[in-house]
């Protein structure tokens, strides 16, 4: 489907409530890799590193694209975009890291819980005082949040699946991503 269109089949939703969304389930993810690393599940613990590096992924590029450029201007402390940016700058450099290495790398876990710690304190910031002035700035958040819906559903799409020669779908890890933003291999 052209990404033009995509946004006719996605229902709407408001913005702030979709984001938040994305926080709970990245706060999940890691706590899901730190339980498969307790319990010694090393396969499903990568699994999921990648899982967060995708869905980091994602939701940073929506918030820089849609949101931030939507609320900035609204907001009486633009500082908080500025943090907000330096903390994805941040997030995709130890995405970059992660999502081509593995626990065969020594210093895997390290990457993946320092790339928590930043964004737990920038999911902290948005979600505490971002957010809340953006919902009193008075601006439609559900157009806002229906531009959002069809913008994930189109990077899902180029993030995780690739058609086979026979148009089945098939998942893609995001270590063969090359188009994001910021994305580098570890050097
Ligand atoms: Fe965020």
Redesign the pocket.
Same mark, same amino acid.
């Given at each position: 489907m052209p990404a033009s269109l995509t946004a006719y089949y996605i229902a709407p939703a408001d913005a702030i409530e979709l984001?938040r969304a /994305? +926080?709970d389930r990245?706060r999940k993810l890691f706590a899901d890799f730190e339980r498969h690393l307790e319990k010694g599940a090393r396969d499903k613990a990568e699994e999921t590193a990648q899982r967060i590096c995708r869905d980091v992924m994602i +939701?940073?590029r929506v *918030?820089e694209e849609i949101?931030y450029p939507e609320t900035r201007a609204a907001l009486d402390n633009a500082d908080l975009v500025k943090e907000?940016k330096v903390e %994805?700058a941040l997030a995709n450099y130890l995405i970059g890291q992660v999502a081509s290495g593995s626990l065969a790398d020594a210093k895997f876990a390290a990457r993946v819980r320092v790339l928590a710690a930043c @964004?737990q304190r %920038? @999911?902290r910031e *948005? /979600?505490d005082v971002?957010f809340v002035r953006a919902r009193s700035t008075g601006l439609d958040m559900g157009e806002i949040g229906a531009r959002i819906a069809a913008r994930k559903h189109d990077l899902q799409i180029e993030m995780d699946l690739v058609e086979d020669r026979n148009g089945d779908r098939r998942a893609r890890g995001p270590s063969r991503l090359t188009v994001a933003s910021g994305w580098r291999r570890a050097s």
């Open positions: 984001l /994305d +926080h990245i +939701h940073s *918030e949101f907000a %994805h @964004m %920038h @999911m *948005e /979600d971002m």
